[in-house]
Nanobody, 116 residues
Framework: QVQLVESGGGLVPAGGSLRLSCAAS????????MGWYRQAPGKQRELVAA???????NYADSVKGRFTISRDNTKNTVYLQMNSLKPEDTAVYYC??????????WGQGTQVTVSS
């Protein structure tokens, strides 16, 4: 089992920045991918960014150049630095991890609201 605790969401004006953090605990030795998804009201959950244990990253086109995902394997923590935020970035952001055995875990979600 892997437990995920997110922090860092909040209300920010358009153009502002936020940094999300997600700390993993439990069977962290077997974590491969860590990432962030988001879900806006009335929309499907979508991938924002992901990072492998080796540091390879993947971003949604809508956030490329504005968001940066990083990972501290010594702390089992993944970060999402969000800059130049837009109102359309408003959503609940979920931390996600995938173990090498394929098991997937989700955090409880943190609200990000960008005011126009």
């Amino acid at each position: 089992q892997v437990q995920l605790v997110e922090s860092g969401g909040g209300l920010v004006p358009a153009g502002g920045s936020l940094r999300l953090s997600c700390a993993a605990s439990g069977s962290t030795f077997s974590i491969n991918l860590m990432g962030w998804y988001r879900q806006a009201p009335g929309k499907q959950r979508e991938l924002v960014a992901a990072i492998s244990s080796g540091g390879s990253t993947n971003y949604a086109d809508s956030v490329k150049g504005r968001f940066t995902i990083s990972r501290d394997n010594t702390k089992n923590t993944v970060y999402l630095q969000m800059n130049s935020l837009k109102p359309e970035d408003t959503a609940v952001y979920y931390c996600n991890t995938k173990r090498y055995n394929g098991y997937v875990y989700w955090g409880q979600g943190t609200q990000v609201t960008v005011s126009s």
